[in-house]
Antibody, heavy 119, light 112 residues
Framework: QVQLVQSGAEVKKPGSSVKVSCKAS????????ISWVRQAPGQGLEWMGR????????NYAQKFQGRVTITADKSTSTAYMELSSLRSEDTAVYYC????????????WGQGTLVTVSS | QSVLTQPPSVSGAPGQRVTISCTGS?????????VHWYQQLPGTAPKLLIY???NRPSGVPDRFSGSKSGTSASLAITGLQAEDEADYYC????????????FGTGTKVTVL
């Protein structure tokens, strides 16, 4: 059974950066894709980007290009999402989620990490 | 900004059938990409409900079904139950510059 466990809640100042981790267990980490999805309070789901750990290649939604960096450490089966130049509108719950190789659905999700941006 | 459009809300009495539409375009659903559906209960992470347009993961009741035609897809819930009250999102792949994976705007299902 695949499990994705994310790091804890963060409070950040505007203009700073945040790095959220997502540790996977079960399955073969390198054989799947990890996406990051965020959800602002009372809003819908927004896909930010993904990484294919076996290739180390990341793709980003155009909206976040230049501000988000997604990485993966195969030795610890952990993916990371770093968002820079934070503003109040980035206050949201950030989720990591897995796609199986060759599929575009997100079949396992982390529990979510609340990032609050406030001065 | 979502590129897949869903109705904001649908409602039904217990036992009834409700459907949720998901309308896309020629760069996502209309291009032949699969549609997936997620259920999000209050305060929890989304859960995969339907993948590949009409397939249910293990453990998902057969009251939930999905279909796709042209640039749209639909999720149907038959025999509506109180526990189905949640937010539902569709998701697909988009080949335009808007992003690789795209979500619908979300639909709140209320059980009357």
């Amino acid at each position: 059974q695949v499990q994705l466990v994310q790091s804890g809640a963060e409070v950040k100042k505007p203009g700073s950066s945040v790095k959220v981790s997502c540790k996977a267990s079960g399955g073969t980490f390198s054989s799947y894709t990890i996406s990051w999805v965020r959800q602002a309070p009372g809003q819908g789901l927004e896909w930010m980007g993904r990484i294919i750990p076996i290739l180390g290649i990341a793709n980003y939604a155009q909206k976040f290009q230049g501000r988000v960096t997604i990485t993966a450490d195969k030795s610890t089966s952990t993916a990371y999402m770093e968002l820079s130049s934070l503003r109040s509108e980035d206050t949201a719950v950030y989720y990591c989620a897995r796609s199986r190789d060759g599929y575009n659905d997100l079949d396992y999700w982390g529990q979510g990490t609340l990032v609050t941006v406030s001065s | 900004q979502s590129v897949l459009t869903q109705p904001p809300s649908v409602s039904g009495a217990p036992g009834q059938r409700v459907t949720i539409s998901c309308t896309g375009s020629s760069s996502n659903i209309g291009a032949g990409y699969d549609v997936h559906w997620y259920q999000q209960l209050p305060g929890t992470a989304p859960k995969l409900l339907i993948y590949g347009n009409s397939n249910r993961p293990s453990g998902v009741p057969d009251r939930f079904s999905g279909s796709k035609s042209g640039t749209s897809a639909s999720l149907a819930i038959t025999g509506l139950q109180a526990e189905d009250e949640a937010d539902y999102y569709c998701q697909s792949y988009d080949s335009s510059l808007s992003g690789y994976y795209v979500f619908g705007t979300g639909t709140k299902v209320t059980v009357l």
